[in-house]
């Protein structure tokens, strides 16, 4: 997947910081047909929903710190 497939997107922010760090781990990506009543998709489906209804989220301190440290790092600091 690449930056550009992801210009004009939905969620484009979220999957550029993605694509910063998901080669730091072994990340093996599997398609799943959503709506086909596979448990982890169900769930997954759920929280999302829940939590796009919600007015203010918590900000994950742990992906922003590894976001902070990728970008020094780049920047050679």
């Not at 550009?4 to 093996?28: C, M, P, Q, T």
């Not at 007015?55 to 922003?64: A, G, P, R, S, V």
Request: glycine residues 6%; hydrophobic residues 35%; charged residues 35%.
């Amino acid at each position: 997947m690449g930056k550009e497939r992801i210009s004009g997107k939905k969620n484009a922010d979220l999957w550029l910081r993605f694509l910063e760090i998901y080669k730091k781990h072994v990340v093996k990506f599997i398609w799943v047909k959503g709506h086909a009543n596979h448990p982890e998709n169900e769930r997954c489906d759920e929280l999302a929903v829940k939590a796009s209804k919600q007015k203010e989220l918590l900000i994950d301190t742990e992906y922003e710190r590894e976001v902070q440290k990728l970008k020094l790092g780049s920047l050679g600091i």
